[in-house]
């Protein structure tokens, strides 16, 4: 059993004795040099995470009923500047990465080592698939992404289209394992929002890849981050996927853009499309369901209910 702290000194009050545990755990933080590391990312993302709502949630409760508050002020200043310290080397550490990225110095093989380097995450772990849930993964990608700030929806959308959500960056790793690209592939994330899916492709795969997607704004947001990584092969449509031109795409993937008639509509195109060439179809949450339906389509893999498994679809 830990000692309270109590045990330990002669505290003379509950405030006291809260003060003190706060110490230990910002001296703890403090005195810890594998956290400075620039590779303990995931380490440092836990302590960020401590340090805000654990120790300063902690030293602004005590705050708001403390008579004497100037230890504690001191104490909320020396938690933030470690907190800033902390987030400096991820700062740091994402310019490199950008810049890295900018000239060109990943190959596929390259960045998917990269991401390996700064966090632990395992495909395999099937529990984990049967929901949406984000995680340090994502949290790693989003820091290579240049701009943070989403844009606001300029546009209504019709009753059937979905609303912006981004698939899982693990999902992405997973979507460029399973579809076993060719680099004369043509890659279409339909309903590209941010342009995370078709960026994280490139890098990963190497190929031509094309996001179409309804929102102005967010087909701009993709486009500035395509260029600002200086990404060639990377293009943004802004268009209603109904009008889109698929006659290159070889591989096409839906994180559920819309339901009901509208993807009967695209997969209807999609279809034509594959009396040209073979094509594949990746889905991933609910819009699987009904892609499954599709006789034009097989899979190795039949739907099992799991809207949060990749769905991987091959035309006949
Ligand atoms: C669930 S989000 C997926 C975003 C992106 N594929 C990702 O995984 O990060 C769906 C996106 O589809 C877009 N969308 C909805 N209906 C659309 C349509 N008819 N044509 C093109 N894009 C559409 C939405 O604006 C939204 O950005």
């Known amino acids: 059993m830990t000692k309270k702290v109590s045990d330990?000194?002669?505290c003379d009050s509950p405030v006291k004795e809260a003060i003190f545990e706060i110490q230990l755990y910002i001296k703890a933080i403090e005195e810890n040099v594998a956290l400075y590391k620039e590779k303990s990312f995931e380490k440092r993302i836990e302590s960020v995470d401590f340090i805000e709502f654990h120790v300063i949630d902690q030293i602004e409760g005590l705050l708001r009923k403390a008579d004497q508050p100037d230890e504690l002020i001191g104490l909320k200043y020396h938690a933030e500047k470690i907190k800033a310290e902390l987030e400096k080397i991820d700062i740091n550490l994402f310019q490199k990465l950008q810049a890295n990225i900018r000239a060109g110095g990943y190959t596929r093989k390259g960045f998917k080592n990269l991401i390996n380097e700064y966090v632990d995450f395992n495909l395999d772990d099937n529990q984990r698939q049967e929901e949406i849930g984000y995680d340090n993964l994502d949290i790693f990608i989003n820091g290579l992404f240049p701009f943070q700030?989403?844009?606001e929806q300029t546009k209504e959308l019709e009753p059937e289209m979905v609303y912006y959500?981004?698939?899982?960056?693990?999902?992405?790793i997973e979507l460029a394992e399973k579809s076993h690209f060719m680099n004369e592939d043509v890659f279409f994330d339909l309903g590209s929002g941010l342009g995370q899916v078709a960026i994280l492709i490139n890098l990963l795969a190497g190929i031509?890849?094309?996001?179409?997607?309804f929102e102005p704004a967010f087909c701009n947001y993709a486009r500035d981050c395509a260029a600002a990584l200086n990404l060639?092969?990377?293009?943004?449509?802004?268009?209603?996927?109904?009008?889109?031109d698929y006659s290159e795409g070889t591989v096409f993937f839906m994180f559920?853009?819309?339901r009901g008639e509208i993807l009967q509509d695209v997969?209807?195109?999609?279809?034509?499309e594959s009396l040209h060439r073979k094509i594949k179809i990746i889905t991933y949450g609910p819009c699987t369901a009904q892609v499954a339906l599709q006789s034009w389509l097989s899979s190795a893999d039949p739907y099992n209910g799991n809207i949060y498994k990749l769905g991987v679809f091959s035309s006949l």
């Open 149 to 151: 700030d989403m844009p």
């Open 208 to 213: 031509t890849v094309k996001g179409v997607e």
């Open 256 to 258: 559920t853009p819309f």
């Open 232 to 244: 060639s092969d990377v293009t943004f449509i802004n268009t209603d996927a109904r009008k889109a």
């Open 165 to 172: 959500q981004k698939t899982p960056a693990r999902i992405v």
């Open 267 to 272: 997969l209807e195109i999609l279809r034509k």
């Open 8 to 10: 330990i000194i002669n």
